[in-house]
């Protein structure tokens, strides 16, 4: 007997032990220096992940999703504050560990993290820089966009949740105007067509035909039913799928959402559409960030953080210039071997020309845009079936092609991709705009599948996203050059494996692909470098690429808000092909195309000087085997 209670004893004192040996491990991991700098990598995510229940739906994250799921970001000016400096805390703890007792791999790993938060850190002398809502982004898109395709709608909990969402965006939309006014009070105010811009799209998301005809007092009166809005359709179409609710209980929910979205989200829209039209009064014309405190300096930061390198604007101008030369020779030639010959049209009239082409056009109706969707399924699946040769590593989530949703089209890129979700519960997205299906000309169609698609984005994200055996941290992208600059590569690259063989005109869309890159470099320097306006913008990427004008100005107007970004797919491309090209030299016969598509990809993206060293690496390994 007296055994057995010791044995009792001894039991629970052990489990105690471990319980107080768990407890102090957690709590030294979220609020002090892990004692393990792996623990501290995993601690810097979980602290974003647990700081952005927002974040955490659209990455559907297991476990914290359903913790978080009725929550939105706290995006106050206090709030985002506190979390900057908790970033630079972590980073300040990040080079306190002794970096040479570190194993190769963490490394690598505190290479990555250290020049990720140092770039953060650096930008804090414009901290209100840039442009919060804009026609691209922002709080009155992506909510929107995050409960369409984002949060789950399995049961009722998720419904409550849903609602609870709802009845937060005027908090949220509060916030996020109090943040603009000390942006304003600081002379950063958008140029007056992004407003124009912003204001047309809230205004028609809550019903609102045109901002600049109808009052924001006569909303009552314009208002399209709540249930024509893609909050309530959303909500409709997937709760009446759920099993386990009764239709009595579908109604009540739906009931909810209706009187949500009538008062809490059309209040916050009315609130920020009535921010943004006094704003409009005090905007201008000038679109460039030199116009702002410390443009120039700003502008240096983000080309910094967006191509990771340290060219100066006037390189990347030069960069620009010559690439638009080459490739416009390249894009002549075919057109010359392919009857186009009137010299004394430009090359972009010469496109233009093209793209009116019945033969390349498919109907602009509703039975088009299936049409084009059908077609971008059929280039993915073809190309996905012939890149054994290359790839020996496949991501295992699904692709699906989706056309952008109608209410944020308008002022969309062509195309973006969504990645899938970290639970499986979603597999990749490629989002193709629609607005006018003659956009979407024939012979570009490949190019832009294998760069959103296959072997694009989707290899690329998906892959990094299931990478096993490294920090949390790893497996999001946070490098544009690297990751944009894969995107650009697989296009040249499924030029290489012959996917435009025997078509002329799609390897012409090839080029133009190209093209358009390369004129990025041109414009987004000449717009916030060397002062050009928006329209000298516009024609320079009219005449050099063949697109429309509509579909210029939107690119114009992108890299007008996303200072620098732009620049990053060709930056990054050219890295990628510099750097094979340099393997391929050194390594002569040895060289294997696949084992540099996994060095590439098996590490997850990365600034393009840590890349270089990954191939360097590559390659002296290569060579170190071959001659044993």
């Known amino acids: 007997m007296a055994k057995k209670r010791t044995w009792k004893f001894w039991t629970s004192r052990s489990i105690l032990i471990i319980i107080v040996i768990g407890l102090l491990w957690l709590a030294n991991l979220i609020w002090f220096r892990p004692f393990n700098i792996k623990h501290f990598y995993d601690k810097v995510f979980v602290q974003l992940a647990l700081e952005s229940p927002e974040l955490t739906t659209s990455m559907g994250i297991p476990v914290l999703y359903d913790m978080s799921k009725d929550e939105l970001d706290d995006i106050s000016d206090a709030k985002q504050w506190e979390s900057f400096n908790t970033m630079k805390e972590d980073y300040e703890t990040l080079i306190s560990y002794n970096f040479e007792r570190q194993s190769e791999t963490n490394q690598l790993n505190t290479k990555i993290l250290a020049f ?11 901290f209100y820089h840039g442009y919060p809502v804009n026609q691209m982004g922002g709080v009155q898109s992506s909510l929107p966009s995050l409960m369409e395709n984002s949060h789950k709608l399995r049961d009722k909990s998720d419904a409550e949740a849903y609602i609870a969402r709802l009845s937060k965006f005027d908090i949220k939309f509060g916030q996020l105007i109090e943040t603009l006014k000390i942006s304003e009070s600081k002379g950063i105010i958008p140029p007056q067509f992004v407003i124009e811009r912003v204001l047309d799209e809230m205004n028609g998301f809550i019903g609102v035909k045109k901002a600049s005809t109808d009052s924001i007092q006569d909303l009552p009166k314009t208002l399209s039913p709540v249930k024509s809005n893609i909050l309530f359709t959303n909500f409709e179409s997937k709760i009446d799928k759920v099993d386990d609710l009764s239709q009595e209980e579908k109604d009540t929910l739906k009931e909810q959402v209706e009187e949500e979205i009538g008062t809490t989200v059309f209040g916050a829209y009315k609130n920020l559409i009535t921010y943004f039209e006094e704003l409009k009064e005090k905007a201008t014309t000038d679109d460039g960030v030199w116009k702002l405190p410390d443009g120039e300096a700003y502008y240096r930061h983000q080309l910094k953080q967006r191509t990771t390198t340290d060219l100066d604007p006037e390189e990347v101008h030069q960069i620009g210039l010559s690439e638009v030369a ?73 692709l699906e092609v989706k056309r952008v949703p109608e209410f944020k089209e308008e002022g969309s890129a062509g195309a973006y991709y969504n990645r899938p979700a970290m639970d499986g519960s979603r597999g990749g997205v490629f989002y193709a705009n629609l607005r006018n299906v003659h956009e979407s000309v024939k012979f570009g169609m490949k190019t832009l599948a294998y760069h959103e698609g296959i072997p694009g984005h989707h290899f690329q994200i998906a892959i990094q996203s299931e990478l096993e055996g490294v920090p949390i941290f790893r497996t999001i992208g946070l490098f544009t050059a690297y990751i944009e600059g894969w995107a650009l590569y697989s296009e040249q690259l499924a030029w290489e494996l012959g996917f435009y063989k025997d078509d002329p005109f799609g390897n012409l869309g090839r080029l133009q692909a190209e093209m358009f890159r390369a004129v990025r470099l041109v414009v ?65 016969n040895r060289f294997d195309l696949r084992e540099f598509h996994n060095v590439v990809l098996k590490n997850g993206a990365v600034p393009l000087d840590i890349l270089e060293e990954l191939i360097e690496s590559y390659i002296n390994e290569t060579l170190a085997n071959s001659a044993s």
């Open 116 to 126: 990720y938060l140092e770039g953060l850190i650096e930008g804090e002398p414009f």
């Open 326 to 398: 080459r490739i416009k020779s390249e894009m002549q030639n075919i057109l010359l071997a392919e009857g186009y010959n009137d010299t004394t049209k430009t090359l972009g009239a010469t496109i233009q020309e093209l793209n009116k082409e019945e033969r390349f056009l498919f109907p602009n109706n509703d039975e088009g845009r299936q049409m084009v969707l059908d077609e971008y399924d059929r280039i993915l699946a073809e190309i996905s079936a012939g890149l054994d040769d290359a790839f020996d590593i496949r991501p295992k989530a699904s």
């Open 524 to 588: 987004d320097t000449g717009i916030h470098y060397k002062k050009w306006t928006r329209e000298e913008a516009i024609n320079y990427m009219v005449t050099n690429t063949g697109m429309t004008t509509t579909e210029v100005t939107t690119e114009i107007e992108r890299y007008i808000v996303w200072p620098g970004q732009a620049c990053a797919y060709k930056i990054g491309m050219m890295k990628i092909v510099e750097l094979r090209d340099r393997a391929k030299k050194k390594l002569g």
